[in-house]
């Protein structure tokens, strides 16, 4: 018994040393490195790999609040300018009391309705007579230049001519006797139109067109210009040189446009 050796474990010199059992090998939230624990070496990695806070620009709810106000604004001014319009729109007519002028055809004559024996053309030379009324007692009327009046038959334009230019006063009536000339290129077509037209039913209708720029004058205050167009439907008995025109209906109708 006294030859039996006893064998005692010799300890592993390059063997690390045992980590004590209460410490955590890797402590928590945190990986293992070689180069040692990165939550102590790097203390600001963890914030800057974690998390950052949400920061909201208030830049865009400044420019919608400033399109918002100039929105508002500018509406406000538009509806204060409306407002303003129509109160003075309101006073003039108040105080002016504002009418359309009336026109109407009261005569014709035909001084010319010959067919050319040449090329077959028709020339026609009327002369119209126009009544223009003005029924406001402080309202003027100025007629300017550039005017220009048609009288058709159907869609044949016979002839052509203008307006004078004048003033019409407050509560006045002006007759004009307007010259009027045109040619008709086939004027044998025309001529067997009209005399059908007489036979079926005993009168011609004619229509005249007229397109003219006036300047209206509200007491000592001209107006800027404007455009008015008259259209009249008349009946006549026939259409013949030299001969009475009598005519059997006539009426007009008046649009302005500024």
């Known amino acids: 018994m006294a030859d039996q050796q006893k064998i005692h474990p010799v300890p ?38 974690g998390p950052s806070p949400v920061k909201h620009s208030t830049a865009p709810k400044k420019r919608r609040s400033c399109c918002c106000r100039c929105m508002c604004w500018t509406l406000s001014l538009l509806l204060l300018l409306i407002v303003i319009l129509g109160i003075i729109v309101g006073i003039l007519y108040l105080v002016f009391r504002p009418k359309l002028p009336k026109y109407s055809i009261d005569g014709l004559r035909v001084t010319q309705f010959d067919l050319s024996s040449v090329n077959s053309s028709l020339s026609a030379s009327f002369d119209v007579n126009i009544t223009a009324r003005n029924p406001n007692k402080r309202i003027g009327i100025y007629y300017d230049g550039g005017s220009h009046i048609t009288v058709w038959y159907n869609e044949t334009q016979l002839c052509e001519g203008a307006l004078p230019k004048f003033y019409q006063g407050h509560k006045n009536t002006t007759v004009l006797v307007l010259p009027m000339t045109g040619q008709v290129q086939n004027g044998t077509v025309l001529l067997t ?29 001209k107006l800027m210009k404007m455009k008015f167009r008259i259209r009249c439907r008349l009946v006549v008995n026939a259409l013949s040189a030299n001969n009475a025109i009598r005519i059997s209906s006539s009426s007009c109708s008046f649009r302005l446009r500024l």
């Open 12 to 49: 592993d010199v390059e063997a690390p040393p045992e980590a004590s059992p209460s410490a955590p090998l890797v402590p928590p939230a945190t990986s293992k490195s070689d180069t040692g624990n990165p939550v102590e070496q790097h203390p600001l990695n963890s914030q800057s790999h």
């Open 193 to 221: 139109a009209l005399q059908q037209q007489q036979q079926m039913t005993g009168n011609i209708p004619l229509r005249l067109r007229a397109k003219q720029t006036v300047r209206v004058k509200l007491g000592s205050l």
